[in-house]
């Protein structure tokens, strides 16, 4: 069982600075999708081979999975996919944000750290001025997507953005994934996990309005 890393540890006081559009990818101009806690990225690999009309930005809190994961992307000489290691909620906080999120057409949030103890609750990555900061950043249109096998973690989710009136909910049944950042529909590996055994899955979609 892996130790969870405490996101508000000063160790991640200072970030990486997220290079410009023009460094991270091949095409600049093309949509930008956001995958936050995308740990080694097998998720990000597997939409960036199949989708080449996306460009993607995972963020990780585990440095050595994202050095893995960015020489394994320079090697396969992949142009639509970058990583990025840091707190995003520090990364997305920094001004330089502002130079890379007018591109960004979505946000992932999948099976994200439960922090089951009330007193981890702030350990969380979605927290209420979090959700403000993507709300006065993202252009209207720009979808969130949650998922998660924890429902707990998931009501709380739901409810920290739910009460930001610049999100609203999409219905999830006419939502067409064929023009989103997953068309295929492919899965992360905790997904693939909770799927093999069972569990339930919760998650829904938000649009900046
Ligand atoms: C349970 S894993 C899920 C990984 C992947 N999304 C999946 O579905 O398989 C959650 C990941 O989020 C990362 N993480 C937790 N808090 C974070 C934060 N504040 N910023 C960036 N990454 C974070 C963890 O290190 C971990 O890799």
Redesign the pocket.
């Known amino acids: 069982m892996r130790q969870h890393?405490n996101?508000l540890s000063k160790n991640f006081k200072e970030i990486e600075r997220i290079p410009s559009l023009n460094q991270m990818f091949g095409d600049p101009s093309l949509n930008l999708h956001l995958d936050?806690?995308?740990?080694a990225g097998e998720?990000l690999f597997d939409l960036a081979l199949g989708n080449t009309s996306w460009n993607y930005l995972g963020?990780?809190?585990?440095e050595k999975l994202v050095k893995t994961a960015k020489l394994k992307a320079r090697e396969r000489e992949i142009k639509n996919l970058y990583f990025a290691f840091g707190?995003?909620?520090n990364i997305l906080n920094d001004v330089q944000s502002k130079f890379f999120i007018k591109n960004v057409k979505s946000i992932s949030f999948?099976?994200?750290?439960p922090w089951f103890k009330k007193r981890h609750y702030k350990r969380r990555?979605i927290q209420p001025e979090f959700i403000n900061t993507l709300s006065n950043l993202l252009q209207i249109g720009c979808l969130i997507f949650i998922k998660t096998d924890v429902k707990d973690l998931f009501d709380y989710m739901d409810t920290t953005i739910s009460s930001n009136y610049s999100f609203k909910t999409l219905d999830k049944k006419n939502f067409n994934y064929s023009e989103s950042f997953n068309p295929n529909k492919v899965q992360?590996?905790?997904?693939k996990y909770v799927i093999e055994n069972q569990l339930d899955i919760f998650d829904k979609i938000y649009m900046k309005i």
């Open positions: 890393v996101p936050i806690g995308c740990a998720f963020i990780e809190i585990r707190n995003a909620n999948y099976f994200p750290d990555v992360t590996s905790r997904e």
